[in-house]
């Protein structure tokens, strides 16, 4: 059987051992232990890949346990149900997070429009009074 070390998990995820050794803590990975090694199996490992991949994902921790626990508890469909809402939330989320996105960058914009022409205008100023002085 494969194990893994923490070592081995950090570099290959690239992560910190404190990072895996808290979501051992969170009871999200279950590690044995040899003495005071932790020993992962594959399916910490797998379990680790799926961390990750939903925190990219912008899952919560506690929506990531509830979808292991679904899984563990052969809750197949439910844990799709599951999935598909968390997706669905996320979705909506990001789509709200465009729009703000949107608003600012057309005030950035319209700042930077001002400002430039600002900056003509007092150019202009300063040729006018130069011409005037001269």
Known sequence: METFKISDLAKEFE???????????????HPTRNGKIRVYQRRDKIRLKLILRGKRLGFSLDEIRELFELYDTNQCDTQL??????????????????????????????????????????????NTNNKKAS
């Open 81 to 126: 149900i599951k999935m598909l809402d968390i997706i669905d939330e996320k979705q909506q989320q990001l789509q709200r997070q465009l729009k703000d996105i949107d608003v600012v960058m057309q005030e950035l914009n319209n700042a930077r429009e001002r400002c430039v022409q600002a900056l003509n205008r007092s150019e202009e100023d300063k």
């Open 15 to 29: 992560v910190t051992t404190r990072s895996i050794r808290f979501y051992e803590e969170q009871g999200l990975i």
